[in-house]
Antibody, heavy 119, light 108 residues
């Protein structure tokens, strides 16, 4: 059973960057894809982008293409999401989620990381 | 970009059946997945590939998909089913994931 454990809550200033980690345990890291999904307070789910570690380059939603970078470290089975040029509207819970390579359904989710952007 | 439309809210009495719709252009040609999210928790997959259930999900949860509408049906509603529900597809045109706006299910 694959588990995803995310890094802890962050408080950031506008204009700065944040890097959130998602560590996978159990299963084979290279046999699935990891995506990042964010949820602003009281709002719905928004897909940011994803990566298949064995294939390399990440794919990003158009809304985030300029500001987000998703990377994977095979040696530690960890995926990172870095969001730059933060603004107050980026205050949200950020989830990582896992899907198998032959499905687009997300079977497993991290616990979520609250990122607060405030001056 | 592909858009999924869900009703903002659905209300149903305990023991009755709830139906939550997800509208999209020719959605019947795509695989639709459904998630349940309770306050303060991560989403939980309850139906995948239109109508399949992950292990551990009660048979009360079922799905269908045809034409321009996919539907999540929850029978014999219980108080514990109160949550937000989201539909999701993979848009092959953009190679991106799309979520519906979510539906808040209230158990009366």
């Amino acid at each position: 059973q694959v588990q995803l454990v995310q890094s802890g809550a962050e408080v950031k200033k506008p204009g700065s960057s944040v890097k959130v980690s998602c560590k996978a345990s159990g299963g084979t890291f290279s046999s699935y894809a990891i995506s990042w999904v964010r949820q602003a307070p009281g709002q719905g789910l928004e897909w940011m982008g994803g990566i298949i570690p064995i294939f390399g380059p990440a794919d990003y939603a158009q809304n985030f293409q300029v500001r987000v970078t998703i990377t994977a470290d095979d040696s530690t089975s960890t995926v990172y999401m870095e969001l730059s040029s933060l603004r107050s509207e980026d205050t949200a819970v950020y989830f990582c989620a896992r899907r198998s390579l032959d499905s687009s359904a997300y079977y497993g989710w991290g616990q979520g990381t609250l990122v607060t952007v405030s001056s | 970009s592909y858009v999924l439309t869900q009703p903002p809210s659905v209300s149903v009495a305990p023991g009755q059946t709830a139906r939550i719709t997800c509208g999209g252009n020719n959605i019947g040609s795509k695989s639709v997945h459904w998630y349940q999210q309770k306050p303060g928790q991560a989403p939980l997959l309850v139906v995948y590939d239109d109508s399949d259930r992950p292990s551990g999900i009660p048979e009360r949860f079922s799905g269908s998909n045809s034409g321009n509408t996919a539907t999540l049906t929850i029978s014999r509603i219980e108080a514990g089913d109160e949550a937000d529900y989201y539909c999701q597809v993979w848009d092959s045109n953009s190679d991106h994931v799309v979520f519906g706006g979510g539906t808040k299910l209230t158990v009366l």
